[in-house]
């Protein structure tokens, strides 16, 4: 009898600290992205001198555009090598490209 009753009990704990869990890493992201947003306004402040104005929002999509193609070059470079080594196309792009590569070039493209 005393099984019966705490099973839903349980059940509603359970809900209960799994709706917890997810309001907190809700409660994470929108920190993050708040504070992302208040960097974001921070840098974009306009001083009215023209030149350091220029150089302020040209930062960020400039190193952005240099790693992305430093990356590019890098990986044409891995694939050069792959095949002269004597691998086929496919096979070269199957193993220089891996799980990693996602976050690298997400994390580049996010900056």
Do not use: C
């Amino acid at each position: 009898m005393l099984d019966k009753q705490f099973q839903p009990e349980q059940a509603r704990g359970a809900q209960q600290i799994q709706q917890t869990e997810v309001q907190g890493d809700y409660s994470a992201i929108l920190a993050m992205l708040n504070a992302q947003k208040e960097a974001l306004k921070g840098q974009m402040q306009i001083t009215n001198i023209r030149i350091v104005d220029a150089l302020n929002f040209l930062v960020r999509p400039t190193v952005t555009y240099f790693f992305v193609i430093l990356y590019a070059l890098a990986k044409v470079a891995m694939f050069a090598i792959a095949m002269r080594s004597g691998l086929t196309g496919w096979d070269s792009i199957m193993r220089i490209y891996d799980h990693e590569d996602r976050a690298i070039l997400s994390g580049l493209l996010a900056y």
